[in-house]
């Protein structure tokens, strides 16, 4: 009786070694709380040998994250023009794309949006202060590409005077600054200007016949370019 029940539990040792071990499962896919697309499944995990005790089958691989931009949640992501995290069109951004408001011009250079204002002339800091009013500032021409945009479709050339742009030296003779901040590495002068005429000319416009610049009397009244950059960019 003994040897039966040892020929018995032989075999079943035998033929449970000879199983397949089980799987493990497949990893959760990853999810990326900026997309709006889930990870990916994971993979089955590796089945065990079929030649030994029957062990535990591998660990399934990682889902991929997900992928693809969330307009409004203010992070700008490729194939966004701007994200400002909100419904107001007001701020030049709407629906993840820049919409300038009337009367202004979107430069694609950089998505910014321009507008003169020639209804009545102006001094430099009267302009400055009627840009920021807005939610601008006198316009920066920081590029030939920005500087032939202004000049040839936002100015309009018909009306015969110079226009204020953001650019002075108010602070240090001959260092010149836009009122922006931004780097000031393009120029665009007449020839023989900025010449500071009178030790008096601090402030900068743009000639309407030619488009290039001329340092002036901080003064004098001609209309002027404001920038805007919307919001979310």
Request: with cysteine; hydrophobic share 30%; glycine share 18%.
């Amino acid at each position: 009786m003994r040897k039966i029940q040892g020929l018995i539990l032989g075999m079943s040792i035998a033929a449970w070694g000879c199983a397949a071990g089980s799987g493990g499962e497949g990893g959760a896919g990853a999810q990326d709380t900026s997309s709006s697309s889930t990870g990916g499944s994971g993979g089955d995990g590796n089945v065990g040998s079929t030649t030994s005790t029957g062990g535990m089958g591998g660990a399934g691989g990682m889902g991929g994250a997900g992928g693809g931009a969330v307009c409004g949640d203010g992070l700008l992501d490729p194939g966004e023009e701007c994200d400002d995290a909100n419904a107001n069109p007001a701020d030049r951004c709407d629906g993840c794309m820049v919409k300038c408001l009337p009367d202004e011009q979107e430069w694609t250079g950089n998505h910014h949006c321009y507008a003169e204002f020639t209804a009545q002339k102006t001094n430099y800091a009267n302009a400055l202060q009627a840009c920021a009013a807005n939610g601008g500032v006198l316009v920066s021409l920081t590029s030939q590409g920005e500087q032939d945009f202004v000049y040839g479709t936002v100015i309009d050339k018909t009306l015969l005077l110079p226009r204020w742009i953001g650019l002075t030296d108010i602070n240090t003779e001959g260092a010149f600054a836009w009122e922006s901040g931004e780097p000031f590495m393009y120029t665009h002068w007449e020839t023989g200007q900025p010449d500071d005429y009178n030790a008096s000319e601090d402030c900068v416009e743009m000639y309407h016949v030619t488009g290039e610049w001329n340092d002036d009397n901080c003064t004098y009244e001609y209309h002027y370019v404001c920038e805007y950059t919307p919001a979310g960019l």
